[in-house]
């Protein structure tokens, strides 16, 4: 059977499918339930050197197989590329909602979205029936970038808090949103407005070819908590829960390349010879109260001589100190 590879981003891992099945029986990682497990915002932040659509699609099949509903608003990349990679139970649970096709309804096919992505958004928070609700934004920055971020930042505290807002249909049990966000393309305003919403925020990074989360808890009443695991993506998106890597992360040294003396060309001396040193032991400094100064001064000798200062007033001095300045004319 041929062998599988994961895209650069995720951790990348070449196995088979068997041995792909194999890896992920009975170690489904802890990470993705304690998730999935809040209610809210949970935040995806990614950067260009770590990807992180593929831990959303890790998040997306969890939930799916768990029988909540998916909806999914695909911005960035088409259905056909973002269906990639799920097998068919998977892709028959997921609704899509797509935005990236044409965003604007230009072709004037009358598949556009109406209300445009705010106004999905808002739907999918009225969907009626049992069970909590997953909705995946593909991407939060896309929507940044199109919409105010205020708009979108009412809108998604909305649909955390769907119960609080008037009208519409009787709200579903829980909705949970899902957003990527790429970091580096927004400033720290937006990042921060988004943030504060979020009830756990991953941060994606990695090192030595692993990826790393940084995770944030902020459940109610809690103190926020901190978590980092490392994992791998299968080819079929699932978590393989791995140990941190070593520290040994700066590069070795080439053999080949002779090392370079920084004390060849100093204009000054690192070391003092051995008569330097004892030169400088004898040296008395001038803020240093020797013995000697302290003998001179509590029993000076019957030939040295003492000072006096003597002071004979001017005609023109002033020596009244109530008002020294009298004499300015002020």
Same mark, same amino acid.
Not at 61 to 66: I, T, V
Not at 116 to 132: D, E, F, I, S
Not at 298 to 311: D, E, M, N, W
């Given at each position: 059977?041929?062998?599988?590879?994961?895209?650069?981003?995720?951790?990348?891992?070449?196995?088979?499918?068997?041995?792909?099945?194999?890896?992920?029986?009975?170690?489904?990682?802890?990470?993705?339930?304690?998730?999935?497990?809040?209610?809210?915002?949970?935040?995806?932040?990614?950067?260009?050197?770590?990807?992180?659509?593929?831990?959303?699609?890790?998040?997306?099949?969890?939930?799916?197989?768990?029988?909540? $509903?998916?909806?999914?608003?695909?911005?960035?990349?088409?259905?056909?590329?973002?269906?990639?990679?799920?097998?068919?139970?998977?892709?028959?649970?997921?609704?899509?909602?797509?935005?990236?096709?044409?965003?604007?309804?230009?072709?004037?096919?009358?598949?556009?979205?109406?209300?445009?992505?705010?106004?999905?958004?808002?739907?999918?928070?009225?969907?009626?029936?049992?069970?909590?609700?997953?909705?995946?934004?593909?991407?939060?920055?896309?929507?940044?970038?199109?919409?105010?971020?205020?708009?979108?930042?009412?809108?998604?505290?909305?649909?955390?808090?769907?119960?609080?807002?008037?009208?519409?249909?009787?709200?579903?049990? $829980?909705?949970?949103?899902?957003?990527?966000?790429?970091?580096?393309?927004?400033?720290?305003?937006?990042?921060?407005?988004?943030?504060?919403?979020?009830?756990?925020?991953?941060?994606?990074?990695?090192?030595?070819?692993?990826?790393?989360?940084?995770?944030?808890?902020?459940?109610?009443?809690?103190?926020?908590?901190?978590?980092?695991?490392?994992?791998?993506?299968?080819?079929?998106?699932?978590?393989?829960?791995?140990?941190?890597?070593?520290?040994?992360?700066?590069?070795?040294?080439?053999?080949?390349?002779?090392?370079?003396?920084?004390?060849?060309?100093?204009?000054?001396?690192?070391?003092?010879?051995?008569?330097?040193?004892?030169?400088?032991?004898?040296?008395?400094?001038?803020?240093?109260?020797?013995?000697?100064?302290?003998?001179?001064?509590?029993?000076?000798?019957?030939? $040295?001589?003492?000072?006096?200062?003597?002071?004979?007033?001017?005609?023109?001095?002033?020596?009244?100190?109530?008002?020294?300045?009298?004499?300015?004319?002020?």
């Amino acid at each position: 059977m041929p062998s599988v590879c994961h895209p650069h981003g995720a951790g990348q891992l070449s196995v088979t499918q068997s041995e792909s099945a194999r890896a992920v029986a009975g170690r489904e990682p802890k990470m993705l339930e304690s998730l999935l497990a809040l209610g809210g915002l949970v935040l995806l932040r990614d950067c260009v050197e770590w990807e992180g659509r593929s831990f959303l699609k890790a998040l997306i099949k969890k939930s799916a197989l768990s029988g909540e $509903q998916v909806h999914i608003l695909g911005c960035e990349v088409s259905e056909q590329e973002f269906r990639e990679g799920f097998d068919s139970d998977v892709n028959s649970r997921l609704i899509y909602h797509d935005l990236f096709r044409d965003p604007l309804n230009w072709s004037k096919t009358g598949k556009a979205l109406p209300g445009g992505p705010l106004g999905v958004l808002r739907a999918m928070g009225r969907k009626t029936g049992p069970g909590h609700v997953t909705i995946a934004v593909d991407s939060l920055s896309w929507l940044l970038l199109h919409l105010p971020c205020t708009t979108l930042c009412q809108t998604l505290c909305a649909l955390s808090h769907w119960d609080s807002c008037p009208g519409g249909s009787p709200p579903v049990d $829980q909705v949970r949103v899902l957003g990527l966000l790429h970091e580096e393309l927004h400033g720290p305003g937006p990042v921060g407005a988004l943030s504060s919403l979020a009830q756990a925020e991953v941060t994606l990074g990695g090192m030595l070819g692993r990826t790393s989360a940084h995770i944030l808890y902020r459940r109610p009443q809690q103190r926020p908590t901190h978590q980092t695991q490392w994992f791998s993506i299968l080819p079929d998106f699932s978590l393989d829960l791995q140990g941190e890597p070593p520290l040994e992360s700066e590069p070795h040294p080439d053999p080949h390349t002779s090392p370079v003396d920084p004390t060849t060309h100093l204009t000054f001396n690192l070391r003092l010879s051995k008569k330097e040193r004892e030169a400088r032991d004898r040296l008395t400094l001038p803020f240093q109260f020797s013995s000697e100064k302290q003998q001179a001064l509590l029993c000076p000798g019957p030939k $040295q001589a003492t000072s006096r200062i003597f002071y004979e007033p001017d005609a023109y001095d002033d020596l009244d100190q109530e008002d020294p300045d009298d004499d300015l004319d002020i």
